[in-house]
Every structure is written in structure tokens, then in C-alpha cells.
Nanobody, 125 residues
């Protein structure tokens, strides 16, 4: 069984930065996809970014690609970080880490098997 743990959320002011982390445990393979989704208040959960463990190929949804950066290390494939720069009020929400035991990484929730509990990000002006 794979477990995902997110951390790094918090309350910040607009223009600030945050780095969210997700650690996966339980994988017996080094080939898997990890991604970040978020649910803003009153909205549906949406894909934000994802990365395939082996290749490091990343995907960003268009609305965030200039401010969100996936951080990963070839020495620690089970941890995926998401740095968010120039935070906006509309970035407020719960950020979920998700993982799938195979690639390619996709932006649909149905593609992911494992989910974390989420970490809350609150951005205020």
C-alpha cells in the first residue's frame, strides 16, 4: 500500500512563496507518477502539476506554469516538492498530492490511484 504525506501549507500574504512537499512511501518500483491537485473554495479540484519519477518529465497546467515549479531529485524519487512563487489570493485552497504506479502522468483525477489528505494554503492580501 502506498501512502502519501503532504506538508508545507500555511498562511501567507500575496506575493510570498511557499514550498509544498509530498513524500510517497510503499512503492517497490522507481517508476511512478506524482502530481499536485488543488481545490479552491467553491470550485472543483483541478490538476496543477505532475512529474514522472524516472524521467523527471513535468507537466504544468497553463494557469500556473509561470509561478509554480516542480522540485525533484534523482536521489529521492519518492519526494516531490511544489514551489509556488508570487502567491495570489486565488491560490488559496487545499493542495493534494496524488500518485499513480505508472506513467505517463496525466491531469485527470481518474489517472491517480493514491491520494494524500491535503495541505491547506491560505493567501491573504
Amino acid at each position: 500500500q502506498v501512502h502519501l504525506m503532504e506538508y508545507g501549507g500555511g498562511s501567507v500574504q500575496t506575493g510570498g512563496s511557499l514550498t509544498l512537499s509530498c513524500t510517497a512511501s510503499g512503492y517497490t518500483t522507481s517508476n511512478f507518477c506524482m502530481g499536485w491537485f488543488r481545490r479552491a473554495p467553491g470550485k472543483e479540484r483541478e490538476a496543477v502539476a505532475s512529474s514522472y519519477s524516472r524521467s523527471g518529465v513535468t507537466y504544468y497546467t497553463d494557469s500556473v506554469k509561470d509561478r509554480f515549479v516542480i522540485l525533484r531529485s534523482d536521489h529521492d524519487l519518492s519526494t516531490l516538492r511544489l514551489r509556488i512563487d508570487n502567491l495570489r489570493v486565488e491560490d488559496t485552497g487545499i493542495y493534494y498530492c496524488a500518485s499513480a504506479p505508472a506513467g505517463p502522468c496525466r491531469d485527470s483525477e481518474q489517472s491517480y490511484t493514491y491520494w494524500g489528505q491535503g495541505t491547506r494554503v491560505t493567501v491573504s492580501s
